[in-house]
């Protein structure tokens, strides 16, 4: 099995995440693309983040019409900080045989070598890099001097269609009464007015 990995926040997941999944499931021949909200990330100390059940009930959500598409709690049911590479183990031993590539968009790739153990990382998976609008790929450039060829040959850049959505705009969108109807599924708006997230 080619399983597609996409960990994020997810706060909340949006069109640009669905449509990056979609095109990166195709583009790669991927069986399955499996989100994983991460339960505390790492990377954004002192930040507010949404209680994880109901980052996770929105990705569900969001991911319910696709059969391709899945959830995961793996990072939500782990104790401490949620490191890509404890998840990335579980889903190699879960399936010995199969492929797993990690899915990012330009901006969190560009930030792996803050990441834990990101060169045992890169070893354990291929990485696909996705452009993000805003994000130039130029920014992968002193990534690749630092990574060296060898790394450097498991990350594999993929242009998608340019989204210029992000959940810090839909957030801040919602906290002003702006609209943000399309930015992400209905049902998943429909989550965030029932529960009252993100009023400001
Ligand atoms: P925030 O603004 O809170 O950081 P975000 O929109 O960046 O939210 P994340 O949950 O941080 O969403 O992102 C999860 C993954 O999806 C990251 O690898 C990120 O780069 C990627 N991603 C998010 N939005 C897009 C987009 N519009 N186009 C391409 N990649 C994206
Ligand atoms: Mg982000």
């Not at 954004?44 to 009930?57: F, L, M, S």
């Not at 990690?102 to 696909?128: H, Y």
């Not at 801040?172 to 993100?198: A, E, M, T």
Request: charge should be neutral; glycine fraction near 8%; proline fraction near 8%.
């Amino acid at each position: 099995m080619n399983l597609g990995l996409m960990g994020g926040t997810f706060d909340p997941i949006h069109s640009g995440h669905l449509v990056v999944a979609e095109e990166v499931r195709i583009g790669f021949g991927l069986d399955k693309v499996v989100f994983i909200p991460s339960a505390r990330p790492p990377h954004k100390p002192g930040t507010v983040v949404t209680c994880p059940e109901h980052r996770y009930a929105m990705a569900l959500l969001a991911t319910a019409s696709n059969p391709c598409f899945a959830v995961s709690r793996v990072e939500i049911e782990r104790p401490g900080p949620s490191y890509s590479i404890d998840t990335v183990l579980h889903f190699r031993e879960k399936d010995p045989d199969g492929k797993v590539f990690f899915v990012t968009g330009a901006d969190a790739i560009a930030e792996i070598l803050t990441w834990k153990d990101p060169a045992g990382l890169i070893q354990m998976c291929d990485f696909i890099a996705v452009t993000r609008p805003g994000y130039d790929l130029d920014c992968l450039r002193s990534l690749k001097q630092r990574l060296g060829t060898d790394l450097w040959s498991r990350i594999h850049i993929f242009k998608a269609t340019p989204v210029d959505i992000s959940s810090t705009e839909i957030r801040r969108r919602l906290s002003q009464g702006l609209p943000v109807r399309y930015l992400l599924p209905d049902q998943v708006l429909d989550y965030i007015i029932k529960v009252g997230l993100y009023r400001g």
